[in-house]
């Protein structure tokens, strides 16, 4: 079962009209109300600094929240102690239709621990409260990496097996002598992913896929899909949905240098010109299982730290 729905397992079935009372889930001001989460289930023990302030990850679906009692923006929503004062947040994204939504909220030390909790509530006077600036003020880099962040792979290790929560090794499909993982020399050390294509179709081919997670995981949080390359031609990077007689690819092509360079590709770049299982990331971004590279044609892929931005380890466990 998901980690995101064992965090929130302990929220009560409530109603909006209850008055505030001890040890409950829903509370009420004039008509705002507000559901309570227990900070400590929201932060893992990678996400838990000593003496630093932290972001917690809030993912709300119909289980947890009652998304029909808020603005169709979320511009209706608080986070806020329980003693009534805000805390800094931001919202990842809010689908009010599809009962589905992400916030981010700053923790500070003082808040962890103790059965701390936090309140969201709704109901409120439509206004701008959100503020991502606040939010992740005097956090540092690669502790928001951390936090936003999975790596795929870094290859190190000598190993085809990623650094995803659930395990898998990379599936890599074709005939080419030299294809494997190899020790890097000059500019670029450590190790990488070489695949070497020897086809001779136009039509492109899947050379190297990762399974993400066990199950189809909603992903629409995903700022972008990065990775080094270097090789000949053009690669086809992708995210898609497969398993059980269904394949949907949402992809985008790069044409490859023959020296190291970072690729950084956001959803809103995947192609929607119709190709052979392509369609749209809306079409994906809710039941994602792999992450994979394609090549049409001879040629060979040089693949490195190969990172999703956007989301964390928890939505892959």
Known sequence: MRRAIVLFSFL??????????????AETENSASARQFDVDSLLPECNRPSGLATVAILRLDSANFPFDSCDPTGRDLDVRRLDGSSLPFEIAYWDRTARLARLRTRIEPALRGNGSKIAVWR?????????????WSGI??????????????DFEGDSLTT??????KWFVATGGTGTGVVA?????????????????????SSLAAALLASTPRALRTIDTLSFWAKGSGRILASLERAGAGVQKVAWTSRTL?????L??????EFDTTAITSNTTWESVRDSVTHVS?????TGELWLDDVRISGIDRDDLR
């Open 163 to 168: 650094r995803l929560p659930d395990s898998s």
């Open 140 to 153: 540092s880099d690669s502790q928001r990496l951390a936090i936003t962040s999975v790596l795929v792979d």
């Open 263 to 268: 690729y950084r590709i956001a959803p809103g």
């Open 123 to 135: 109901g409120l006077d439509p206004a701008g409260r959100t503020d991502p600036a606040a939010v």
């Open 12 to 25: 009560l079935a409530v109603g909006c009209s209850m008055d505030r009372s001890a040890g409950g889930t």
């Open 293 to 297: 590279f394609w090549m049409a044609g």
């Open 184 to 204: 890097l020399s000059g500019a670029r050390t450590g190790h990488a992913l070489r695949v070497v294509s020897t086809s001779t179709s136009g039509t492109p």
């Open 257 to 261: 240098d023959t020296t190291w360079r």
